[in-house]
């Protein structure tokens, strides 16, 4: 209230806003220096000049004086005063100054500030809106009047005169506010489901980037694995290396010692052969027997033992020994497991022939006689596997012949058993692959999707990555081919499925790992 009086008390009589300048007149009234000058410039070549608030007479031009004490007083005062918002509009009225306007009026095509509103006219013609620099804008451009309402047929805002005589005579007629409520409550409605579309996108996003980080760690790990797979193997060969080269060099050694045999059994022979030749008897005779020549032969056999033959067998047993550890680590460090599947005969659809070991499924004529019961397949000839996965990664292959007509993939538990909607494929419920007509089709929620490529394989693998939400097709083909990739978040348990079209068979044959 005292900054409200005292605000009061620094305004110019003239402008109504705090003083700029001030200047005083003798009679001790303050304005602002532009303010009364311009009132007295009017003034000049009548009677004389007076005092606009007290209306003193002057026979000449009244000399202005500084009130350097009041100046002082409006400066501080305005510096603790918060910044009012600028709206761009400024007040019609205030013209030595420029004071930000709170209203326009539409009638007087006029923007006032606050002190300026206060005298305004307070009759219905002149209708008050948020400042603006185009009050145009808020009338008929063909009758110059304020629009009040709103033509929901030619979505306009109209005048009275559209609304009486126009081109809008017996249109459905709504007032502005009507309308801008309806209006705004359409935009809230699209609002939240932008919002929505938004979370799910950012959720989207979240998603993508958990897999993005899981697919890095996923490339480190396999960096890794790869990195401890070189070193073991290189470990591996020089170990065999190795004991091949010993081998080798032992037969070195015996060779270099055989040769030297070979040299004294030379030498022996020519000695012999010499005395052989001899004439003379005494000599032969004086010569010292050679009766141990056997013994050193067996004495040099013994030491010089050639050691065996290289043991290949020993050295191939040992690489397939240790290769298959080293794969077995490989494989165990990827956690991909091998899917042991059977069928559950209790989900099998009547037309369908399950084999005794429950890993083969074929089309039968002959329609089987199992009871009917909520988790088998109806009308499809369909079965699922017994077995669920919730977590890992895993994968199962089958053989599904090049000519037959098959679906195979993963599905819920909850899927239908009854109906269009319990085709695996044809529900968001399975993922699948399926083969008919000599095309092939990847399907989910009926949303087919044709692979390009002709498949010449009669095999097919299925991968599963639970966490990460893929399931995966790979024809087993020379070299493999990878099909396609569903990705998703997965909120049940996932079961293997088969279905087989008339005349065909679907072999289960496992999984091997390390591929």
Request: glycine content about 6%.
């Amino acid at each position: 209230m005292a900054s409200a009086d005292l605000s009061e008390e620094l305004e110019c009589p003239i402008c109504l806003t705090i003083y700029n300048d001030p200047v005083n007149l003798r009679c001790g009234h303050n304005f602002c220096r532009v303010c009364i000058d311009r009132v007295l410039n009017s003034q000049e070549g009548s009677a004389g000049y007076s005092c606009p608030e007290c209306r003193e007479k002057y026979k000449e031009r009244p000399t202005l004086q500084k009130n350097i004490a009041l100046r002082n007083i409006a400066e501080r005062f305005l510096t603790t005063q918060p910044d009012q918002e600028a709206s761009g509009v400024h007040c019609t009225y205030c013209v030595d100054s420029p004071v930000p306007a709170v209203m326009s009026c539409l009638h007087c095509d006029a923007s006032m500030c606050d002190k300026h509103l206060r005298v305004h006219s307070k009759a219905p013609e002149h209708v008050l809106c948020a400042p603006t620099t185009s009050p145009e804008t808020r009338k008929c451009s063909i009758h110059k009047e304020i629009l009040k309402y709103y033509c929901t047929e030619d979505a306009a805002c109209v005048c009275v005169s559209c609304y009486v005589i126009g081109g809008h005579v017996g249109h459905k007629m709504m007032s502005l506010d009507e309308a801008s409520e309806e209006k705004k409550n359409k935009l809230r409605n699209d609002l939240q489901t932008l919002m929505t579309e938004t979370e799910e996108a950012e959720k989207r996003v979240q998603s993508l980037e958990e897999r993005s980080r899981k697919a890095d760690g996923e490339a480190e790990r396999v960096t890794a694995l790869f990195t401890d797979l070189r070193r073991q193997l290189e470990e591996l060969e020089k170990r065999v290396l190795s004991d091949i080269t010993r081998r080798v060099q032992c037969y070195d050694d015996i060779i270099r010692q055989l040769e030297i045999k070979k040299e004294e059994l030379s030498r022996k022979m020519c000695h012999i052969e010499e005395l052989c030749n001899m004439t003379d008897p005494l000599i032969v005779l004086q010569e010292p027997d050679t009766g141990d020549l056997c013994d050193t032969e067996d004495r040099h056999d013994k030491q010089l033992h050639d050691g065996g033959d290289l043991d290949v067998a020993s050295i191939s047993h040992t690489l397939h020994t240790e290769l298959a550890d080293i794969m077995s680590g490989v494989t165990g460090g990827l956690s991909v497991q091998p899917a042991d599947i059977l069928l559950d005969v209790n989900t099998a659809s009547n037309g369908l022939h399950v084999s005794d070991d429950r890993k083969t499924a074929s089309w039968s004529d002959i329609r089987q006689n199992r009871p009917e019961t909520p988790e088998r397949f109806q009308d499809k000839p369909q079965v699922l596997s017994s077995r669920s996965f919730s977590s890992g990664r895993h994968y199962w292959e089958v053989d599904v012949g090049r000519l037959a007509i098959w679906a195979v993939g993963m599905c819920y538990p909850s899927i239908a058993r009854r109906g269009d909607q319990s085709q695996i494929g044809w529900n968001n419920k399975s993922w699948c692959l399926h083969r008919g007509y000599n095309q092939y089709l990847v399907t989910h929620d009926r949303i087919k999707i044709q692979l390009p490529d002709r498949i010449r394989s009669d095999r097919v693998r299925i991968s599963l990555d639970y966490e990460a939400g893929q399931i995966s097709f790979y024809a087993l083909c020379d070299p493999i081919r990878h099909l396609h990739t569903f990705i998703t978040t997965f909120t049940e348990p996932l079961h293997a499925v088969l279905g087989v079209g008339k005349g065909s068979c679907i072999k289960i044959s496992g999984g091997s790992q390390g591929v």
